[in-house]
């Protein structure tokens, strides 16, 4: 079964505690992973890029010269792709790129991205994570205990906690979400995970 450190806000270690076989112990998929993450970059896009076609340039409307006897080639527009100004031939327009994936395989997608965290030892634990006060310092120094100060990290609470939303999201390279809402592209990109041990049981709750 697999296990990660318990630390304090101090960032002492206190113990172990053991993972969900179901959740954190499962061999990742590499291919559902694949299409997880294709699937949240692909829904990310804006998709607003657009440029004219010819005949949505201005200009052209007018033959530049006659069809026959002139010894160059025909044209009957100076708008044509191929003329300088002229329009795009298959112009980008604006498209919806996004695309769902079935429960089942986000889901996939989800724990895998969690096992592989938890194969690389790259789950941390916190006691409880609490601050009275909105104080970025505190989650910088509890980072830096944790040796992963200046690396991408998200920092997981059981539910919206206001004190260390707010003094987190200052720190360059992390995130702050709650157990019931995590995204496997995220999981992937971080190279640290920060769990509340309260999130712990709120994320084998919901996904196991």
């Known amino acids: 079964m697999p296990t990660a450190n318990v630390y304090n806000m101090a960032g002492e270690k206190i113990g172990t505690v053991e993972l969900s076989e179901a959740i954190f112990g499962i061999e ?10 294709k699937n949240h970059l692909a829904n990310r896009r804006q998709g607003t890029q657009s440029t004219l076609t010819r005949a949505e340039v201005s200009g052209g409307g007018r033959k530049p010269w006659r069809q026959k006897g002139t010894g160059r080639a025909r044209a009957g527009s100076t708008r044509a792709p191929h ?36 194969n690389e030892t790259a789950i ?26 200046g690396k991408k990290a998200i920092v997981i609470t059981p539910e919206r906690n206001e004190e260390i939303y707010k003094s987190a999201r200052n720190i360059e390279g992390v995130q702050v979400t709650f157990g019931g809402i995590l995204c496997p592209y995220d999981i992937l990109n971080a190279r640290a995970l ?15």
């Open 83 to 118: 003329w300088t100004h002229g329009g795009l031939a298959f112009a980008p327009k604006p498209r919806d790129y996004s695309y769902s994936l079935n429960k089942k395989v986000k889901r996939l997608a989800l724990l895998s991205a969690l096992s592989a965290k938890a």
């Open 28 to 37: 990742p998929n590499k291919a559902v992973l694949h299409a997880a993450v």
């Open 194 to 208: 920060v769990i509340d041990k309260a999130a712990l049981v709120k994320i084998e709750e919901v996904f196991s």
């Open 124 to 149: 941390y634990v916190i006691d409880t994570l609490h601050l009275d006060e909105i104080k970025t310092k505190k989650i910088a120094a509890l980072l830096e205990k944790l040796e992963i100060g």
